[in-house]
């Protein structure tokens, strides 16, 4: 079948689908009634699935945000960057001692943020180079960290982390384990309750394919009595919008403690209706179907991927320019061929574009976007082989 439409293929605000967009047309309605507190309570249940956590009633008065597993769920009016400072500044005191590895922007947005509220050992790879797990191991085991903080797949560079293994080696040491699931949840398997995660973030607009500007946590209860324990020592970071004991007080009521995003809200709850029906299960071998095509395809016709092989992300491919080719491609394929493609951060501007396979994005509108892309680069003097695009997405 043809994709006719544009093509937009960047890792995030991603397109929302019909409902969601009707959702957040609702007209206004108060926050503290029962209409809000039935929105809430099929959000906080959708956001369990996203999350891979056991399940709960959409019901209201059932406490929708927690489940069997302990894990309960709060809903942060705001991106995922406010959802991380939230876990940060309250699970953490001044002289805490924290480990943070990082490969790219965000992950180093997470350190950023921590230097804010706790003491950071922050070990800076490369960007797009895999950690040195033996490094990490030899970290923990000095004994002196109280939590261990990744960002799970980073967008800016296309590399996702081994959690699996960094979460093992943080049990070894009785470390605790906080992961920037940004753009993962929703997108790739996320195991919170399998990996022992105290906390993980996710944001809207990525891999569930919601609005912008409301974020989730998923946190356990170790993380929980930790949070409490710093609020009774009086050993607080300075926090009011993100004091996670007031949000935790009005869970079981289905609220928020201060006014909620509420049209995004019912977006959301839209969205992650969309993600039950379609299964996390289809949804992460779609997008590792998208990614891998991408992969596959300019990997062949002689383009250079930029993260470490084998741990390549399926929400986001980053491919270094050829020489002599710069952003100025990525606006010739906005403006001729109507397709949209992110750039590069900070060092690598200019020397790189950003291909997302997040959210609902179809198989037909990325073999469309990608034929798009060889079009434009042709443009620019290429000459690129000709290929079977559809065959690197079967």
């Known amino acids: 079948m043809a994709y006719n439409d544009d093509c937009f293929l960047v890792p995030g605000p991603v397109r929302m689908n019909d409902a ?167 997108g790739m398997p996320v195991h919170p309750a399998k990996w ?67 049209n995004l809200a019912m977006g959301w709850a839209a969205a992650l209706n969309t993600l039950k029906e379609e299964t996390n299960e289809v949804r992460w071998e779609r997008c590792k179907r998208l990614a891998s095509g991408v992969r596959s395809l300019f990997t062949e016709l002689g383009f250079m991927l930029l993260a470490d092989s084998g741990q390549q992300s399926n929400t986001v491919t980053a491919i270094m320019y050829p020489e002599g080719i710069n952003d100025e491609w990525r606006s010739a394929l906005k403006d001729k061929y109507n397709t949209q493609v992110i750039g590069a951060q900070d060092h690598l501007k200019g020397a790189m574009f950003r291909v997302g396979s997040m959210g609902e994005t179809p198989v037909e509108e990325m073999v469309e976007g990608c034929k798009r892309m060889i079009a434009c680069f042709n443009d620019f003097g290429m000459n690129l082989p000709e290929v079977d695009v559809e065959s690197h997405f079967l």
Not at 113 to 131: A, P, T
């Open 20 to 186: 969601c967009l009707q959702a957040m047309a609702t007209p206004v309605m108060t926050a503290r009634g029962p209409e809000f507190r039935k929105v809430m309570a099929e959000l906080n249940s959708g956001l369990r699935y996203a999350f891979n956590l056991s399940p709960s009633s959409p019901e209201m008065k059932t406490q929708s945000w927690t489940g069997e597993d302990g894990y309960k769920v709060v809903v942060v009016t705001g991106s995922g960057t406010a959802a991380m400072e939230m876990v940060i500044a309250n699970r953490f005191r001044q002289n805490d001692l924290v480990l943070v590895p990082t490969n790219g922007k965000f992950g180093e947005r997470v350190a950023h943020i921590c230097e804010q509220f706790c003491n950071v050992k922050h070990i800076k790879y490369d960007w797009g180079r895999s950690f040195d797990l033996y490094e990490l191991e030899q970290q923990l085991e000095r004994g002196c960290y109280e939590a261990l903080l990744i960002c799970h797949n980073e967008t800016s560079t296309g590399i996702t982390q081994d959690a699996e293994a960094i979460a093992e080696i943080c049990e070894r040491y009785n470390v605790s384990f906080i992961l920037d699931g940004i753009t993962s949840v929703g």
């Open 196 to 262: 022992k995660a105290e906390a993980v973030v996710m944001g809207a607009q990525k891999c569930t394919a919601g609005p912008s500007g409301i974020a989730a946590i998923a946190v356990n209860e170790h993380c929980v009595e930790r949070m409490k324990a710093i609020n009774l020592q009086n050993d607080t970071n300075p926090r009011y919008y993100f004091d996670m004991i007031a949000a935790l007080k009005n869970g079981d009521d289905d609220q928020t403690p201060w006014t909620p995003a509420i």
